[in-house]
C-alpha cells in the first residue's frame, strides 16, 4: 500500500513552487496526496520567514503534530523552507519529535532524508548554504494542470534592511535562458497555457551570467512559444524597471497587463533607512511611464507600517503616494523585527499601538481606492481564465482577468478554459460577472 503525504505551505510564490517540487519528489517516490494531516503518513510544512508571526504560528503547529504523533508514533513530520534555514538546528531542539528538516537549498534531498531517518531511527536534517539545482529542474506536481510556476533566478542581491531572502536564500543566481525556454515549451505541451515566472528581481535576471539584465530578452522569447497564452511575473524592484521591459510588456502578445509594483514606504526617509534606492518621486515617476505605455495595466504593491523611526509624518507620505499612485490592491504589512536583518538592531522601534493604528488607516485608504478601481470596469467585456468553483459558493465559478483580477461568474466553468464575461458589480477584492 502507498505511503501518502500532506504539505501545509506558508509564505510566498516561491514557496508554492518548492511544495509543488517537493510533491513531485514524492511522488516519483511512490507517495500518494492525502486530504488531511490527520490520515497522512507523512506531513510536511514548507516554512516562511519573512514576518514574526509565522515562527509562533510553525511552533504551535508542530506542538498540536506531536499530540498526533503521540497517537500515531509511525507518523513522519518534515519541516523545511525559509524558517528552517533561519533557525536550522534550533528547530529540531523546540521540537525534537520532528523527524526531517531541510532548507531551502535542499528541496532535492528530501527523499534521502526520509530514507536516513528510516534506516537510522534518529531525526535527519540539511542545511546547505548553496544548491547546484535549481527547483524548477526537479518533478513538481502542480496544483493547477493549466497554471505553472517557473523559476528564473533564486536569491537576491539587494540589502534590504527589512529582509531575511539574502540570507536564507543566498545571493542571486540566474538559470540559462535555454532551460526557462524548454521548461515553459514542455509546460505548453503539457497543457499549461499560464506560467509566472519567480524572482526575488526578476528585473536583474541574467545579471550574474553575463553582466547585464536578460529579463526583456527572455520576455520576447516567451512571447515567441505556440500555445502560451498568458505570463506574468513577480517581482521587479523599482530601481531596475528599465524602460525595455515597459517596451516589451506593452508589446508582447502573452505578458499579462498587471504588474506587482512594490512601494514598501511613501516616505524617503524611512525608503533610505531601509536601504531602497529609489524615491517616492521617481516611484511615481515610472509608475506614469508604465501605465502610459499599457492604459489598462492593474497595479498591485506591498506597504509595510511601522518601519523602525517612522514618524506620523512619514506616514503621512506613505498615505499620500498611496492615493497618488492608486494601486488596484496592496499587501500591507505591520513591521516585526526578523532576526538576521539590519533593521531588526535599529533605534525607535514604533510602538506596537502606533502600528496598529497606522495599519488600520492604511487599508482604510486602500479598500476605498480598491473598490474605485473595480467599480471602474463595470459593464466592460473581458477575458477571464476559469480556475474553478467558487470556494465560497459551489454554484459560481472564480476566474481571473489578464489584469490578475478574481471574477466570480455564474455556471460551472471547466477549469483551464478561456471565456469572455461583462462585468455586473465590483468589490474590494474581486469582480461579479455573466458570460458574454
Request: charged content about 30%; hydrophobic content about 40%.
Amino acid at each position: 500500500m502507498s505511503k501518502t503525504y500532506f504539505i501545509r505551505t506558508y509564505g510566498c510564490q516561491m514557496n508554492e513552487h518548492d511544495s509543488e517540487r517537493i510533491a513531485g519528489l514524492l511522488e516519483m517516490n511512490g507517495y500518494v496526496r492525502a486530504p488531511d494531516a490527520e490520515s497522512a503518513d507523512l506531513v510536511l510544512f514548507n516554512t516562511c520567514a519573512i514576518r514574526e508571526n509565522a515562527d509562533n504560528r510553525l511552533y504551535g503547529t508542530l506542538g498540536h503534530m506531536k499530540a498526533l504523533k503521540d497517537e500515531r508514533p509511525e507518523l513522519r513530520i518534515a519541516v523545511g523552507g525559509c524558517q528552517v534555514q533561519k533557525d536550522k538546528a534550533l528547530v529540531l531542539e523546540k521540537a525534537p519529535w520532528v523527524d526531517v528538516a531541510f532548507g531551502t537549498f535542499s528541496v532535492g534531498e528530501l527523499p534521502r532524508l526520509l530514507a536516513e531517518r528510516e534506516t537510522t531511527g534518529v531525526p535527519s536534517f540539511e542545511f546547505a548554504e548553496q544548491t547546484d539545482t535549481f527547483p524548477s529542474a526537479l518533478p513538481a506536481r502542480r496544483a493547477d494542470p493549466f497554471h505553472a510556476w517557473v523559476a528564473v533566478s533564486v536569491g537576491c542581491d539587494n540589502a534590504c534592511t527589512f529582509c531575511i531572502v539574502p540570507y536564507v536564500r543566498g545571493p542571486q543566481v540566474s538559470r540559462r535562458l535555454g532551460d526557462v525556454l524548454d521548461e515553459a515549451r514542455r509546460l505548453v505541451d503539457d497543457g499549461v497555457v499560464e506560467i509566472s515566472l519567480l524572482g526575488q528581481n526578476v528585473n536583474t535576471y541574467g545579471r550574474d551570467l553575463d553582466g547585464g539584465p536578460m529579463f526583456a530578452d527572455l520576455l520576447r522569447a516567451l512571447d515567441r512559444i505556440d500555445g502560451l497564452r498568458r505570463v506574468r511575473f513577480t517581482s521587479p524592484h523599482p530601481h531596475d524597471f528599465t524602460p525595455d521591459v515597459i517596451d516589451v510588456m506593452a508589446s508582447s502578445r502573452v505578458v499579462c497587463e498587471h504588474i506587482h509594483f512594490p512601494l514598501q514606504s511613501g516616505s524617503d526617509r524611512v525608503l533610505k533607512r531601509m536601504r531602497r534606492s529609489y524615491r517616492s518621486a521617481r516611484y511615481l515617476e515610472t509608475l506614469s511611464s508604465i501605465r502610459a505605455a499599457i492604459p489598462d495595466i492593474a497595479v498591485s504593491t506591498d506597504v509595510i507600517v511601522g518601519f523602525p523611526g517612522e514618524t506620523e509624518e512619514d506616514f503621512a507620505e506613505t498615505l499620500r503616494v498611496v492615493r497618488a499612485a492608486r494601486f488596484d490592491s496592496a499587501y500591507t504589512f505591520k513591521y516585526s523585527i526578523r532576526p538576521h536583518t539590519e533593521a531588526a538592531s535599529m533605534p525607535d522601534q514604533v510602538p506596537q499601538e502606533a502600528v496598529a493604528d497606522r495599519y488600520e488607516r492604511l487599508v482604510e485608504l486602500q479598500e476605498r481606492i480598491s473598490l474605485a478601481r473595480n467599480r471602474e470596469m463595470v459593464g466592460r467585456r473581458v477575458e477571464v481564465l476559469a480556475e474553478g468553483p467558487s470556494k465560497k459558493d459551489r454554484s459560481r465559478s472564480t476566474t481571473r482577468t489578464r489584469t490578475n483580477k478574481i471574477v466570480h461568474v455564474p455556471g460551472d466553468l471547466s477549469a483551464g478554459t478561456f471565456v469572455d464575461v461583462v462585468i455586473r458589480d465590483g468589490h474590494p477584492h474581486h469582480l461579479e460577472g455573466i458570460l458574454a
